[in-house]
């Protein structure tokens, strides 16, 4: 008698382990003395059993991995060994560094980013460090600008009424402790353009394109430019509060977020496009699978983008190496590389957990009636749905 066996997705336990173990580095303090030693030990171990495979200890290895990752980045960071020394009062400063996101200009004309710093110098002292913080500035910066400013460095404020957004926590996790104000525009001055990732300052220029090539005669309708820059590239931030109300009242506000529905239409298009210009599917899948990713680039690199990003390449990537792609196990591969790049995206992952774990959404997405690209858009047009009514309780962390 033959006992029913299931598919392999391996996928599925390594992204439950590697859960287990960030949820356990919350938890659990330990000493940062004895991380290293952990390390070592975990390190041998991995050794151990890529001579002597274990299923048991592969997971036990990879939740304690997750463990002390995590346990590493949130631990004695440059970020926290600056607020120590800076201390919790206000101290003024001079911070050179450079800038790591594109930043939002606000109707007072101040402009948010962060900066990754090179050095900062108070009270005399120079001190060479790589901590990023918050600035608010009246000028006019770019993605990548090497920059020299003046300022207050201050503590991040915690939310003052109840149920309200913590943003100090949620900077916190990703080792953001100060915010440097800068009262006035010449209090900054730029070093040189062009530094940062030469990626990501191609996608901002292709948005700036897509937005233009969007709003062409458009120029006297600006809450339409408002609208469809905020469906396509999700730039939320250009719509007044005027256009975002209707969306919130009626419960459509996620449509300006990019997630799943944007990157299922745009890889059905670009698999539209392969079939039309004749590419086998191997090189349609080599060809889309990068664009996919630029695109989330393109949008801002949210964790919903990426998340979708990497479950439609996984399902494509089936077509390269003729392999049939599941759900489940194309949600969990997701979870777990991002988790390892991303401290504290896994909760982003969780929240879809009830839309793969449903056996008539798993037979839906595996209809052999349905082509690729109408499997591509069907299973990313239903996840977003599902997972933002799943995310409401692993949200309530972020609020008080």
């Not at 299931?6 to 003395?33: D, H, K, Y």
């Not at 004309?109 to 009246?138: C, D, M, P, Y």
């Not at 207050?152 to 440097?180: C, K, Q, S």
């Not at 949600?331 to 774990?357: E, K, N, Q």
Request: aromatic letters at 10%.
């Amino acid at each position: 008698m033959k006992l029913v066996s299931g598919p392999r997705q391996p996928f599925i336990g390594l992204a439950l382990m590697g859960m287990i173990g960030i949820v356990a580095a919350e938890i659990l303090p330990v000493r940062s003395t004895a991380l290293v030693p952990a390390a070592i030990i975990v390190a041998a171990c991995i050794l151990i059993l890529a001579c002597w495979p274990r299923l048991t200890g592969t997971y036990l290895v990879v939740a304690a991995g997750f463990f002390l990752l995590h346990k590493f980045a949130t631990t004695n960071t440059e970020g926290q060994q600056l607020a120590n020394n800076l201390g919790d009062r206000a101290r003024t400063v001079t911070a050179v560094g450079c800038v790591i996101t594109e930043p939002k200009i606000a109707p007072s004309e101040f402009a948010t980013f962060l900066l990754r710093l090179n050095s900062i110098e108070f009270e005399g002292r120079n001190q060479s460090t790589h901590a990023v913080w918050q600035v608010r500035w009246k000028g006019t910066p770019e993605f990548g600008d090497e920059l020299k400013l003046f300022g207050t460095a201050e503590p991040i404020a915690a939310p003052r009424n109840p149920g309200e957004f913590d943003m100090r926590a949620y900077l916190a996790r990703h080792d953001v402790r100060r915010t440097l104000f800068v009262r006035y525009p010449e209090d900054g001055m730029l070093i040189r353009h062009g530094g940062g990732n030469l990626i990501l300052r191609a996608a901002q220029k292709s948005r700036s394109w897509m937005q233009n090539g969007l709003c062409r005669g458009l120029e006297n309708s600006p809450q339409v430019q408002t609208f469809l820059s905020g469906i396509v590239l999700g730039l939320r931030r250009q719509a007044p509060e005027d256009i975002e109300e209707p969306f919130q009242q009626t419960g459509t506000l996620h449509l300006f977020a990019v997630a799943g529905l944007h990157i299922g239409i745009v890889a059905t298009l670009l698999w539209m496009l392969a079939t039309l210009a004749r590419l086998s599917r191997k090189t349609a899948a080599a060809i889309i699978i990068p664009l996919l990713f630029f695109y989330a680039a393109v949008t801002g690199l949210h964790v919903s983008s990426l998340r979708a990003a990497t479950m439609a390449s996984i399902l494509i990537g089936g077509l390269f190496f003729e392999r049939k792609v599941f759900v489940a196990n194309s949600l969990a591969a997701a979870a777990f590389w991002w988790s390892i790049c991303i401290v504290g995206s896994v909760d982003w992952f969780a929240a879809a957990h009830p839309l793969v774990l449903s056996p008539g959404y798993a037979n839906f997405f595996d209809r052999k009636s349905y082509s690729c690209s109408d499997r591509i858009l069907r299973t990313r047009y239903c996840a977003p749905l599902v997972a933002g009514y799943s995310a409401v309780p692993l949200d309530r962390g972020c609020f008080q």
